[in-house]
């Protein structure tokens, strides 16, 4: 069974753009150097100032793991300047998925 980790950030006021950027670069490099993260979206909101990042990971150990992974905890530490408020991690069984072939 798979899992989904949503992360949300809500992005200080004019740094939205800014932060969107560090997540979309930090959720690719994280998906290309971590096998058990299937995909990852990352999805925004530019007027609410939201960002979210879904990941799907292959087990619920590799997305319990992702708490203790230094390099998410770097990114954690490089972001604290742009956010708001304390980022949101909900963790969730993953019960369909739905994708268009071809």
Same mark, same amino acid.
């Given at each position: 069974?798979? %899992?989904?980790?949503?992360?949300? *950030? @809500? #992005?200080?006021? !004019? @740094? =939205? $753009?800014?932060?969107? &950027? *560090? %997540?979309?670069?930090? #959720?690719? !490099?994280?998906?290309?150097? @971590?096998?058990?993260?299937?995909?990852?979206?990352?999805?925004?909101? &530019? #007027?609410?100032?939201? *960002? +979210?990042?879904?990941?799907? =990971? /292959?087990?619920?150990?590799? $997305?319990? /793991?992702?708490?203790?992974?230094? &390099?998410?905890?770097?990114?954690?530490?490089?972001?604290?300047?742009?956010?708001?408020?304390?980022?949101? +991690?909900?963790?969730?069984?993953?019960?369909?998925? =739905?994708? +268009? &072939?071809?």
């Amino acid at each position: 069974m798979s %899992y989904v980790v949503m992360f949300t *950030l @809500h #992005a200080k006021p !004019g @740094h =939205y $753009a800014q932060l969107s &950027e *560090l %997540y979309s670069d930090f #959720a690719s !490099g994280f998906l290309s150097s @971590h096998p058990s993260l299937e995909s990852v979206l990352v999805v925004g909101d &530019e #007027a609410s100032g939201v *960002l +979210r990042g879904v990941g799907i =990971y /292959g087990s619920k150990d590799a $997305a319990d /793991g992702v708490n203790s992974d230094p &390099e998410f905890a770097a990114f954690n530490d490089s972001i604290g300047e742009l956010v708001a408020t304390p980022p949101e +991690r909900v963790e969730l069984e993953l019960l369909h998925q =739905y994708t +268009r &072939e071809g």
